[in-house]
């Protein structure tokens, strides 16, 4: 007759292939809270893509959320605060607001707002790649990795809080705090600094001195629309963990 032990054994080995199984065609993210505060999470799955949870939800401080999403999962993640909606999920955020829906429904976030952007393979390739966006702004620090790590897999993130050295022309404050800090483009409206127009390639749009203030305090981060050599991260994994206020490594 099996042990208690054995027993236990067989049930975590099953409950372990049925998560591995539940998955095996795509990819699991996990969302995590560090924050002090609760976190609205946004969700846009790219052109041809579903949006999980009809794109929001409420994730509150030291909370997590577990989402499957199918294999070649194209998409974008960002966190929204200072938050309130009714019953009917109607309201608004201080940051990353979309049109005042708690579920973002095929909506992006309005800048400024820190983005995880990722393409979790295609038809012609197996690999993943991921980032942490600056280009619409900074809203709060955010983090992604695969979990147990993977050969060629690392960190993107912006850990710091851009909002205490934030340029005062950038500056997006709520009852006189600094809640989030613009992007360069979205402040000044200039070709130059929204790499469109005759700065639309890699070869005409450099970093500026904004981008440069941005990527000193975030190295692993993209601070404008082409830093793709030092921001762009490239993987493997079934698992990756998305953290809202992560600790400073």
Excluded at 37 to 47: E, F, H, K, Q, T
Excluded at 129 to 158: E, I, R, W
């Amino acid at each position: 007759m099996p042990t208690s032990s054995d027993q236990l054994l067989f049930l975590f080995l099953f409950v372990s292939l049925l998560s591995i199984s539940s998955f095996a065609n795509g990819t699991q993210l996990i969302l995590v809270n560090n924050c002090n505060d609760s976190v609205w999470p946004g969700i846009l799955g790219g052109a041809g893509h579903p949006t999980p949870v009809d794109g929001g939800f409420h994730l509150t401080s030291g909370k997590e959320a577990v989402l499957n999403v199918p294999e070649r999962w194209s998409g974008r993640i960002w966190g929204r605060q200072g938050c309130c909606f009714d019953t009917n999920g109607k309201g608004s955020c201080d940051t990353g607001d979309c049109a005042g829906l708690l579920h973002c429904r095929g909506m992006g976030g309005k800048p400024p707002a820190t983005v995880v952007e990722m393409t979790l393979g295609t038809f012609k390739s197996a690999l993943h790649y991921y980032d942490v966006s600056l280009v619409d702004g900074f809203n709060l620090p955010v983090s992604m990795m695969p979990v147990g790590g993977g050969v060629g897999c690392g960190v993107a993130a912006c850990e710091a809080n851009l909002n205490v050295c934030c340029p005062s022309m950038f500056e997006v404050k709520r009852g006189g705090k600094v809640v989030g800090c613009k992007s360069a483009c979205t402040a000044l409206k200039s070709a130059k600094y929204c790499c469109t127009g005759e700065y639309s390639t890699p070869k005409s749009c450099k970093p500026t001195l904004f981008s440069h203030l941005f990527k000193a305090i975030c190295p692993h981060a993209y601070s404008f629309a082409y830093d793709d050599p030092t921001s762009l991260r490239t993987c493997r994994a079934s698992r990756y963990v998305i953290t809202f206020c992560p600790p400073t490594r």
